[in-house]
């Protein structure tokens, strides 16, 4: 029998990034805020031995447990899907700061494309250009009134870069905070290529913070060491800008936040037309708990908040056979796998320093940057050189044809350590009909709750995509100066083994028709006037970029319309 708590005025699911912003900003504004987050407490001194690449890169020590909540998976509907039994396609948060705390710190804005991708694609090539089944659409809120939004993020986390960004990418009201990070050796010689070609390369904005900086709520940080142990590890300096160590303290000192961890939220509780609270289990003692609230932000990352919406029958699940429906709709992914490496036998450099966030990029083949009426694909990617560290388990660089074990790839690894570069890219991915996320029937977590079940595959816009922006990535990569260079310009069906990318989107998404989107441009439910759905599960397709500086711009945006539905309640905001 469930305990039921005293009443709150607001209960958020999950402590990420999207969790923590708003936290502090609803605590800032003097409201009483519960903070439920099913994995552990943690802060900086937690990482003091962080530089052990078996625990964290290899064994996952900061991301969900699979053995007891994990995704299902299909390339199509006709098949049966399993489970992701253990880490692969990409690596679920978990925890206080969510994968918040191990993410790489690569920040960039969407284009202002990205925002009106339909009306800009009939507009420029006619709506036949939009291949059948494929779901793009506008979003409902455009680059410029997200704007604002980005900025806040941007003085907030101490983002770094150049003081001027290239004309095609969004405008910019206001400059980052501080500075971009060291140009190495290898990023020049990526710049230098790409701008002998004519193309607009730049430092990449970064989250690992750049120089000292005491951002507008009074958090002061060190800089990034440059330590190259970032990417999927907690930063023991606090200079990568994670929930802990930015938004988190904030909603903590103002006094108004009750963080709970270990609280694993099972179902919103509603009338069928409001949430009434939350269902939570206490999961060391399995213990049982319902926390009535007057508002519910769900921010538990889009699997879970499309898995909790559906498990409390809240919302109308998404049909693609009807194409009717909202909940689980447009899910889409990334799209890896263009790239060219470049060997050097006659010089080396110091892979072994880096940052999550290190590397220069271009998108001149992002967005509709460039011309697309002789090709088979939308959008585009964005292609970079990133230099993340040289860890060395996971790190084996080796030219195609080396064997995978033994004395010769021991030798191979050895002597290349240095000497490869990868100039790569990061394609965007576009939703189709017949790419979404429902209840496994058949799977379940250990509480016995229905399993979310995803169901995608990569299309020939994908492998179009692919081919072409490669050729790009080896146009850059011939002008380096490598001795060699080698191109990898295809992909085959998605698998989820190898791990690729954990910039997932979709499954409750914003819109402006309440039957096909399911919360409106400031991440209200349509269906439950005080649910606010936050984070990239509003994202209707996923661009060249990573995800994590609209998942923010858009909690800023949302933490607003949840403080002018607590002054104006019983309405849309
Ligand atoms: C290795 C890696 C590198 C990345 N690098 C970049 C990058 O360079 N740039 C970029 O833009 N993005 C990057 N990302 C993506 C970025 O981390 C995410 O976009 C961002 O952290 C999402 O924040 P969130 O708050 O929406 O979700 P999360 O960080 O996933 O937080 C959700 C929280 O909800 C909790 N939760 C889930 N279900 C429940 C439940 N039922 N009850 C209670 N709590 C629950 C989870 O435990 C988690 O703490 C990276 C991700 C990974 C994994
Ligand atoms: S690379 Fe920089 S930001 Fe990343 S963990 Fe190391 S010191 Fe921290």
Known sequence: ????????????????????????????????????????????????????????????ELMQDLSKETVT?????????????????????????????????????????????????????????????????????????????YVKYEQMAGIGGEPTTPANVGAMSKAFPVGPMKKTPAMKLFEDSASKLGYH???????????????????????CQYCGYCERFGCEYG????????????????????????ANVTEILHDGKKATGVRYVNTPTGEEYIQPADIVIMS????????????????????????????????AYQVNGASTSVMYEDREFNLAMGAGALG?????????????????????????????????????????????????????TLHYANRILTVAAQGSSMPWRHHYLDLDPEYKDALGLPLIRLTFDFEDQDRELVKYIAGKTKEIADGMGGTKTEIHD??????????????????????????????????????????????ASAFSHNSGFNPTATVGALAYRAAEGIAKYIAKPGSLV
Request: with cysteine; proline share 6%.
């Open 1 to 60: 029998m469930a305990t039921k708590l005293p009443k709150v005025p607001i209960v958020i699911v999950g402590m990420g990034w999207v969790g923590g912003i708003i936290a502090a900003e609803l605590t800032k504004a003097g409201h009483s805020v519960v903070g439920l987050e099913r994995g552990k407490s943690r802060n900086t001194q937690d990482y003091y031995h962080v530089h052990d690449e078996l625990r964290y890169a290899s064994r996952y």
């Open 73 to 149: 998976f299909r390339n199509t509907s006709k098949l049966r899907a399993l489970p992701m039994r253990s880490y692969g396609s990409f690596l679920l948060g978990d925890g206080l700061g969510g994968a918040g705390v191990h993410w790489n710190g690569q920040y960039y804005r969407f284009l202002p494309y990205d925002f009106e991708i339909r009306s800009k694609t009939i507009e420029r090539y006619g709506a036949k250009k939009i291949p059948e089944g494929m779901a793009i659409r506008d979003w409902g809120i455009k680059y410029d009134e997200l704007e604002p939004y």
């Open 201 to 223: 390369p730049y430092v990449i904005p970064s989250a690992n913070l750049t120089e000292v900086y005491k951002n507008p709520d009074g958090i002061e940080r060190a800089p």
């Open 239 to 262: 200079a990568k800008a994670d929930p802990v160590v930015t938004v988190l303290p904030v909603a903590q000192k103002s006094g108004k936040l009750d963080l709970r961890t270990h």
């Open 300 to 331: 538990s990352y889009l699997f879970s908040n499309v898995r909790l919406l559906l498990l409390s029958k809240l919302g109308t699940p998404y049909d693609p056979v009807t194409d009717t429906g909202s909940v689980g709709r447009n899910y």
């Open 360 to 412: 220069s990029s271009i998108d001149d083949f992002n967005g509709d940057n460039f011309d697309h009426s002789d090709l088979k694909f939308l959008h585009g990617a964005n292609i970079r050189f990133t230099q993340t560290g040289m860890r060395p388990i996971q790190y084996q660089p080796a030219p195609t044809g080396t064997p995978k074990w033994g004395a010769t790839f021991k030798k191979e």
């Open 490 to 535: 295809s992909i085959k069906q998605y698998n989820i083994v190898p791990y690729q990318s954990t910039h997932n989107t979709g499954g409750t998404i914003m819109g402006s028709d309440p039957k096909t989107s399911v919360v409106n441009n400031y991440l209200q439910m349509w269906d439950a006037e005080n649910v606010f759905i936050c984070g």
